[in-house]
């Protein structure tokens, strides 16, 4: 077995084009470092909905050139299969370690398989490629990034001609034809042959696109902090921002710049736990010279999310981040504010409220999907769709994908509409919570490093679902993993609570399934509380955080974690 391990080494090191990754696995192999080797060649890093994502390093367990090469290849030969003989495909990527390379082999492998490439003329936010497949007519686009994962992770995202993430069978299709493949030897790389994209085709007709958002003559007066968090988003904001006519945001200096190694964040992700510290300190800082901020705007650092904060003076930081169920909600407000017409959509895991404010609007109706905009993005009809996790589609004709930058101008254009009233964006959240109830989201996340700790929670719950959480009732517990009527099978368990006899609570759901990109398993609360009047809606919050505490706490012991 030993033998055979290093015999697989040594092929794979044979034809891995990387010198880097060479090095690393020659002295792996060198050193004799069986435990390591065997982590390396365990399988293959998954293609699945989510494309590719993985750790940097050598190895088919890795993210690295020769795995990209051999994606590549499988996809361009199920772009054949379909029929796409001679389309273009259109390759974007982050400023990541390696995602030029993969890109540029992602490029070469195309113009070899019979197809064109067109590649981004740099590093931009991925919903700039999503915006190009639509815009250039391309058959597939293909986004390197591994968007808010840890620095030393990548990954290969995949969009078909529609301008949306791949959805089964069209990942089995790709993952069979990568499976396919013996060797590099077999797929052909040429040295030239692809178009680099000119920045006014793609960048500029993006941003052109980015007026459609706003109303002609909207309100434009509002203080920005912006951080772009370490990534590509950037230039393209604050020229939307630009453009649109709003004043120029404060940018967060110390992440200003694309920095791989994203040395200021344990996760670049605003959603974690000391991420946005640099731009609370910054909007203090801001104020301390006489310019207040309305908002803080963060995005992740492939800038498909947005993130919101805003001023709180209970908090020690001075300010609030806005849950993703929060700006969902607000933008939904704003959208029938401005008479949307369509399907106001979201995910099974987000909150219920957007069902409320789309039932109220004459001319939307309201949509529910698996997570993930792959499924979001397919809604017939689409006219907004967000997700829990900062994932907001207001343009879905432009983008029909989650989009952190067109999300920000609609953010600034609600926040500097409520300014002109003297009211703020935490006025409006209240305004909702007294008209449609205090509906109040938590998360519990446990991130791990033995994946089967994840496989024996999910059982446990199956085997013994619990019948009580903080004292409410579960009346139904469904195991999506069997499908619904609208629902195609999910690896997840949904838990529908009902509310307590005196009245406090009128319902709770409950949503548990492991991550799809990292080692996480994530249960997704919701507690309904009723909300007389805006001088009730503190003891609200208050009794809410309560029964979520409890939610946790009874769930964490069922699931065993």
């Given amino acids: 077995m030993e033998r055979d391990l290093i015999a697989q080494a040594r092929t794979w090191l044979a034809e891995d084009p990387d010198p880097e990754t060479r090095d690393e696995l020659a002295k792996l192999i060198e050193a004799g470092d069986l435990a390591e080797l065997s982590t390396r060649f365990a399988g293959t890093l998954q293609f699945g909905t989510a494309g590719l994502r993985g750790e940097l390093g050598a190895g088919p367990m890795r993210m690295n050139r020769n795995v990209v090469i051999r994606a590549a290849a499988g996809l361009a ?36 398989a019979g197809l064109k490439a067109a590649l981004l003329p740099r590093p931009l936010p991925t919903p700039v490629l999503a915006f190009a497949v639509r815009h250039l007519g391309a058959v597939a686009g293909v986004e390197v990034t591994a968007s808010h994962n840890p620095p030393r992770d990548n990954g290969y995202k995949v969009y078909l001609g529609d301008g949306s993430q791949i959805v089964p069978p069209a990942d089995a299709g790709i993952a069979a034809e990568i499976a396919a493949i013996a060797g590099l030897e077999d797929v ?72 791989p190694d994203f040395p200021t964040v344990a996760f670049p992700n605003p959603e974690e736990p000391g991420a946005m510290d640099l731009a609370f300190a910054t909007a203090r800082a801001a104020a ?39 700006v969902g909600a607000l933008l939904a407000e704003h959208l029938v504010h401005k008479s949307a017409r369509g399907a106001f959509a979201t995910t099974i895991v987000s909150s219920s409220l957007l069902s409320r404010i789309a039932a109220g ?50 953010v600034a254009e609600l926040a500097a509409e409520l300014k002109q009233s003297d009211r703020t964006l935490s006025d409006l959240l209240d305004d909702l919570a007294v008209e449609h109830g205090l509906h109040a989201t938590d998360q519990l996340s446990v991130r791990v490093e033995d994946l089967s700790l994840i496989a024996s929670a999910m059982r446990r719950l199956r085997e013994a679902p619990p019948v009580v959480l903080a004292g409410l009732h579960v009346v139904s517990a469904e195991d999506l993993s069997k499908g619904t009527e609208s629902l ?35 249960c997704y609360l919701e507690v309904v509380v009723p909300v007389a009047s805006a001088a009730a809606l503190a003891d609200a919050r208050r009794h809410a955080d309560e029964v979520l505490a409890g939610i946790k706490t009874d769930l964490s012991r069922a699931a065993g974690i």
Avoid at 188 to 201: A, Y
Wanted: aromatic share 8%; glycine share 10%.
């Fill in 77 to 112: 030969a199920y772009l054949k299969q379909q029929g796409h003989t001679g389309g273009t495909v259109v390759i974007g990527y982050d400023a990541r370690y390696k995602s030029a390379d993969f890109a540029l082999d992602t490029a070469a492998v195309m113009v070899g």
């Fill in 188 to 259: 052909p790389r040429p040295s030239e042959g692809w178009e680099i994209l000119r920045e006014e085709d793609v960048v500029g007709a993006y941003l052109a696109r980015t007026d459609a958002v706003l109303t002609d003559g909207s309100a434009r007066d509002i203080r920005v902090v912006y951080t772009p968090m370490h990534g590509v988003g950037r230039s393209v904001l604050t020229a939307a921002f630009e453009r649109a006519g709003f004043p120029e945001p404060v940018v967060v200096a110390e992440q200003a710049e694309p920095d």
């Fill in 288 to 326: 301390e010279a006489g310019g207040a901020p309305d908002i803080i705007i963060a995005n992740d650092p492939d800038a498909d999310r947005c993130a919101v904060a805003v001023p709180d003076p209970d908090n020690v930081e001075g300010w609030r981040m806005l849950r993703g169920d929060e």
């Fill in 361 to 410: 609007a004459p001319d939307a109706s309201y949509e529910e999907t698996l997570t993930g905009f792959k499924w979001l993005a397919r809604v017939d009809g689409l006219r907004y769709a967000y997700e829990e996790a900062l994932g907001y589609c207001v343009d879905p004709e432009g983008v029909r994908d989650k989009d952190g930058i067109t999300a920000a101008l609609l």
């Fill in 488 to 522: 195609p099978p999910t690896d997840g368990l949904r838990y529908a609570l009902a509310g307590d006899e005196a009245g406090t609570v009128s319902g709770a759901r409950v949503i548990v399934r492991p991550s799809g990109t990292e080692p996480k398993l994530k």
